[in-house]
């Protein structure tokens, strides 16, 4: 398992990812931009990870999370919700949003997971193939996870 450290949290990716070419992201995330994205080149599974610029502090996170939800259902090809999950800790907030959706050739399991970190959004994506999606689903929950514990305590 690879560890790299953004904004000075350190991230551990599961087996196999590794960064991607500028010729992936396009392919991927066309005109999206993310501060870090990896991929597992086998199972084409991507993860993003961006602090952006928008504001948001921990009382705003279940209801842009809302937001992310209601914008993915009516622009994501054969979007299905999953799970919305929501995590309130002492100082931060993160909620997660879990959807399938389809793409050419295959459908895809979606995670999509926000969390308040120096007042702006920090945003993680996930994608893979809805058959793998139990291989990866639960090391990128632990990934979130790992993240926040890092955020809540002062990473």
Do not use: W
Not at 65 to 81: K, L, V
Not at 123 to 141: I, N, R
């Amino acid at each position: 398992m690879e560890q790299i450290t953004y904004e000075n949290i350190s991230v551990k990716l599961p087996d196999g990812f590794k960064s991607m070419t500028e010729e992936e992201v396009k392919l991927y995330y066309n005109n999206v931009k993310f501060d870090s994205v990896f991929i597992q080149q086998e199972k084409k599974a991507v993860l993003g990870i961006v602090q952006n610029q928008n504001k948001l502090l921990a009382q705003q996170v279940g209801k842009r999370i809302e937001e992310y939800q209601n914008s993915y259902a009516r622009m994501a090809p054969g979007f299905a919700m999953g799970e919305l999950l929501e995590k309130k800790g002492e100082k931060h907030n993160a909620a997660i949003l879990t959807y399938k959706s389809n793409a050419l050739m295959r459908d895809l399991y979606n995670i999509v997971a926000i969390m308040d970190y120096e007042d702006r959004e920090l945003f993680l994506t996930f994608s893979c193939g809805l058959k793998d999606a139990q291989t990866f689903m639960f090391e990128v929950l632990k990934i979130i996870e790992d993240i926040f514990k890092q955020i809540e305590v002062g990473a």
